[in-house]
């Protein structure tokens, strides 16, 4: 048993690109993909043969037979085959969770070293039985007698033929996740020009970090795709005007160009003590400073299914004891552009901090130069539970390139997730005062 | 020695029908069949700028059980050089055809994993025929080489039953002995069984449809039983794929996987692996007092692997894979 919490390192993390949908992976599986992200690791640290702590990680769309699909994808690496893995599971959030998991069980001693990491794939999706000829297939199970399974036979139609694919619709709204944002879009009076400009920028910054070479030691080339398939360096805030609305009917805001699409593509970030890191003379990125998950009442309450992390925000700053603007970086998923804009907006409104998030005075403004500067979801793609991996690793190594102050260079992830919930995340650099 | 340098890859309808050619009585006398020469022909087939396509090595890869990586399942540039094989084996020269050829003993070298999209050549040829117990073998040497590299090399020896030490249809006393020769010898002898796995009765057509290999005797029991076989048989190269996907978290980059095929397997099937990987002892560094983050297990050394019939033990196949070191003699063949 230790005493107090020890400080959790971030060692660094590997992706492979991230395809559009029923591309480059549409043959490879949510296994497949975990495997080559987890091998990429292992090969970037030399982890061939070590057994890891523990391995969490997860996919938000998983078949019925992905059962234990991180240890699965475990026994499929050089890792040694006594690493224990677990799955995890919270929409968009399942990636940044992972790692939180991981970290806590550094921070308390109970593991040295882990990984976090997720894996999606749109193209490969699962396909279900009817549900209804599933119903009679598992009572035709049940009956003994021939007669009593003849008479479950009658009951076949060939409408039963047609599969249950799955939907991107909120089980309990009926809604998309794009309608969803559309209302809010509307709600907080966010244009179509803002989101544009929006996403130009994050294609331009991933396509400036590519080309410095920000991402060579954070994304390994997989089945011939070398960088993120969605990303349009030539983006621009014209070309995105022209894209016709895709949500929120004729008079929307929202296109294909400022929504991220379906994507296909899996992360994985070591994580251990700094002990662990020393011992093999890894070099710390930054270290994890706090994580927080939120919902909302997206239901029955008159709340935003993608406003979760506006209030997950507050009790993190207030756990970590610093302001909003307080950041170097911030990392805000872009699931939608109006998904960021309408957080940001929100945490600048003075109403919506006092009434919802009973706040004495709003948490305001950030420098929106500091927003996603190697990128976001929308230019890189969005494979669910892969993007919290990506924006860690990401964050992580842009802390360790600041400059060592005074003070650790601190950076904010927040990431919006499907079901009203969203999960947060605090790492710092590792120059700087110890905190 | 005739080289000659294929265009494209061989369509495999035609071959198939001049490999089971011979099998026409009088139909050797016509110089396209095989089974006018009395030896193996010098002769090579050369193709260039051969690319792995990413769609078939997926549906190969689920059907052998590989994880879809980077790089092409360790088996898979034997499927991209099969056309060449059934084009050697059916030139006219030959001295007999194709089909009623059986597959003894692949040895796969691997210099370092191939990757899908690279562009390769493959050069194929046969040697020899050397007397065996039960017959004449030649080996098929396939090359293939990434930018002027030799990357990967099969050896694949086929065996024409009959005429060998041992009569053809009785056991005979050089048979027993071979035979006997063939169980001791078994590299993987007295390993523990690791993994059971259910083979159903369509796997030939399964292997057929990503390999290309549609050799009647895979097919159906109908048509295996033609050539004397109780019922259709999995591929030989699957059932050595299966074994290596099994072990292909353990396999060194630079390796030479070597089987020996015992007895066929008689589809449908449940078989057992065994491996040299089960005789470490359980917790062997990776126990779960040592630190996390130790390196277990022993990745370094040679792997010895057996598959056998899950009841009766029937030995299927047995091999052994052994890592590579790079300044070792890169070519083998000639």
């Known amino acids: ?435 | 020695m005739a080289t000659r340098t294929l265009k494209s890859s061989p369509r495999l309808l035609p071959l198939y029908a001049r490999a089971a050619a011979p099998l026409i009585p009088g139909a050797c006398l016509l110089p396209f069949v095989p089974g006018a020469g009395k030896s193996i022909p010098e002769l090579e087939l050369t193709l260039q700028d051969v690319r792995a396509d990413g769609a078939q090595v997926a549906d190969y890869a689920k059907v052998c059980g590989f994880a879809l990586r980077e790089h092409l399942p360790i088996t898979y540039p034997h499927v991209l050089a099969f056309p060449l094989h059934m084009a050697v084996m059916a030139d006219g020269r030959f001295p007999f055809g194709a089909v009623g050829l059986v597959h003894i003993e692949n040895r796969i070298l691997q210099h370092r994993p191939v990757g899908i999209g690279e562009p390769l050549s493959i050069k194929v040829w046969p040697t020899a025929l050397e007397p065996h117990a039960r017959g004449r073998a030649f080996t098929l040497v396939t090359q293939v080489s990434a930018g002027g590299e030799v990357v990967w090399e099969d050896f694949s020896t086929m065996l024409r039953r009959g005429g060998g030490s041992a009569s053809e249809n009785k056991v005979g006393p050089g048979e027993r002995k071979a035979a006997d020769r063939d169980g001791e010898g078994s590299p993987a002898a007295g390993l523990r069984p690791s993994a059971t796995w259910r083979l159903p009765g369509d796997l030939g057509r399964r292997y057929a449809a990503v390999s290309g290999d549609r050799n009647p005797i895979h097919m159906h029991p109908l048509s295996a039983k033609l050539f004397g076989f109780p019922g259709a048989i999995a591929h030989g190269m699957w059932s050595k794929a299966r074994c290596l996907a099994a072990l292909e978290s353990r396999l060194p980059d630079a390796c030479e996987a070597e089987v020996r095929f015992r007895k066929p397997i008689v589809l449908p099937a449940k078989v057992q692996l065994a491996s040299s990987l089960s005789e470490q002892p359980a917790g062997a560094g990776g126990s779960a007092e040592a630190p996390a983050g130790e390196v277990v297990g022993d990745s370094a050394g040679e792997i010895r692997f057996a598959l056998t019939d899950a009841k009766k033990g029937t030995p299927h196949l047995d091999g052994v894979v052994r890592p590579v070191e790079h300044s070792e003699e890169r070519s083998t063949g000639k």
């Open chain 1, 1 to 435: 048993m230790i005493d107090k919490p020890r400080r959790v390192a971030i060692i660094g993390g590997s992706r492979i690109p991230f395809a559009r949908s029923n591309s480059h992976y549409s043959h490879a599986s949510n296994q497949d993909m975990l495997t080559a992200a987890l091998e990429s690791l292992v090969a970037r640290f030399d982890l061939q043969g070590q057994r890891i702590g523990e391995v969490a990680g997860g996919a938000v769309l998983k078949h019925s037979g992905d059962r234990d699909l991180t240890r699965e994808s475990v026994l499929s690496t050089r890792l040694a085959p006594e690493t224990p893995a677990y799955d995890v599971q919270q929409a968009c959030g399942t990636g940044l969770e992972t790692t939180i998991l991981i970290a806590n069980k550094i921070a308390l001693g109970q593991i040295d070293c882990g990984i976090a990491c997720g894996t999606d794939t749109t193209s490969d999706a699962p396909i279900g039985v009817n549900e209804d000829l599933r119903g009679i297939m598992l009572d035709l199970n049940r009956e003994k007698s021939l007669v009593g399974r003849a008479k479950q036979l009658t009951r076949l139609r060939p409408g039963q033929i047609v599969p249950s694919i799955p939907r991107n619709e909120e089980p309990r709204t009926g809604l998309s996740m794009g309608e969803h944002c559309a209302i809010m879009a509307q709600e907080w009076g966010i244009g179509r020009e803002q989101q544009d400009e929006l996403a130009a920028r994050s294609h331009h910054n991933l396509a400036a970090a590519y080309e410095r070479g920000f991402m060579e030691d954070l994304v390994t080339p997989y089945l011939g795709l070398e960088r993120d398939q969605n990303l349009r360096p030539d983006s621009s805030v014209e070309k995105l005007a022209k894209l016709p609305p895709v949500f929120g009917g004729p008079q929307g805001t929202m296109t294909a160009g400022n929504s991220t699409p379906l994507s296909d593509g899996s992360s994985a970030v070591l994580l251990a003590s700094e002990e662990w890191a020393k011992e093999r003379k890894l070099p710390v990125l930054a270290y994890f400073v706090d994580g927080q998950a939120a919902a909302i009442d997206h239901v029955h309450k008159r709340e935003g299914l993608l406003m979760a992390p506006a209030y997950g925000m507050p009790l993190l700053l207030e756990r970590v004891g610093v302001t909003l603007q307080d950041f170097d970086l911030y990392e805000i998923h872009e699931a939608f552009a109006a998904q960021v804009l309408c957080t940001l907006k929100a945490w600048e409104d003075e109403r919506f901090c006092k009434e919802r998030l009973g706040l004495k005075a709003p948490l305001g403004a950030i420098d929106r130069d500091r927003l996603n500067v190697n990128g976001g979801s929308l230019a890189a793609g969005h494979p669910f539970a892969a993007t919290g991996g990506r924006i860690v690793a990401s964050l992580a190594k842009a802390l360790s390139e600041r400059k060592p102050g005074r003070t650790p260079a601190r950076g904010v992830i927040s990431i919006c997730a499907a079901d009203g919930q969203g999960v947060l995340a605090v790492l710092e650099s590792a120059g700087g005062a110890q905190r």
